[in-house]
C-alpha cells in the first residue's frame, strides 16, 4: 500500500484545514486508517484512527471535538479535517495503514506509512 497524504500549509489559530491521504492498493477497503503527527523534537503521535467500514472512530484527547476523520473507501482515500487549529496543533501530519484485526490507536500497528504533510498554525 502506497499513501500520499496531501492538504497541509499554514494557517492561523482558530482556523481550520482538511488533510487528504490517498492509498493506492486496491485492498484500502481492508485496512485501519490512521493519522499520527510529529513535532519537532517530540515524539510521533497518535491523531485519529478510523475502521475499514468508518463504523469505527477514535480521537486523541487533544483533538477530540476539533478533528473530523472520514473515509471514502470509493476514492481510496481517508481524511482528517482539522478545525479550531491551535499553535500547539503544528507537526508534521502522517496517514498510515494498518491490517485488519490490529489495534488502532498505537503506532506498531501501522506498517505502512505516507509521506507526511506539514501544518503550521501561526498565533
Known amino acids: 500500500v502506497q499513501l500520499q497524504a496531501s492538504g497541509g500549509g499554514l494557517v492561523q489559530a482558530g482556523g481550520s484545514l482538511g488533510l487528504s491521504c490517498a492509498a493506492s492498493?486496491?485492498?484500502?477497503?481492508?485496512?485501519?486508517m490512521g493519522w499520527f503527527r510529529q513535532a519537532p523534537g517530540k515524539d510521533r503521535e497518535f491523531v485519529a484512527a478510523i475502521s475499514w467500514s468508518g463504523e469505527i472512530v477514535y480521537y486523541a484527547v487533544a483533538v477530540k471535538g476539533r478533528f473530523i476523520i472520514s473515509r471514502d473507501n470509493a476514492k481510496n482515500t481517508v481524511y482528517l479535517q482539522m478545525n479550531s487549529l491551535k499553535p500547539e496543533d503544528t507537526a508534521v501530519y502522517y496517514c498510515?495503514?494498518?491490517?485488519?484485526?490490529?489495534?488502532?490507536?498505537?503506532?506498531?500497528?501501522?506498517?505502512?506509512w505516507g509521506q507526511g504533510t506539514l501544518v503550521t498554525v501561526s498565533s
Open positions: 498510515a495503514a494498518a491490517p485488519p484485526g490490529q489495534p488502532m490507536r498505537v503506532l506498531p500497528s501501522y506498517g505502512y
Open positions: 492498493a486496491r485492498t484500502f477497503t481492508s485496512y485501519s
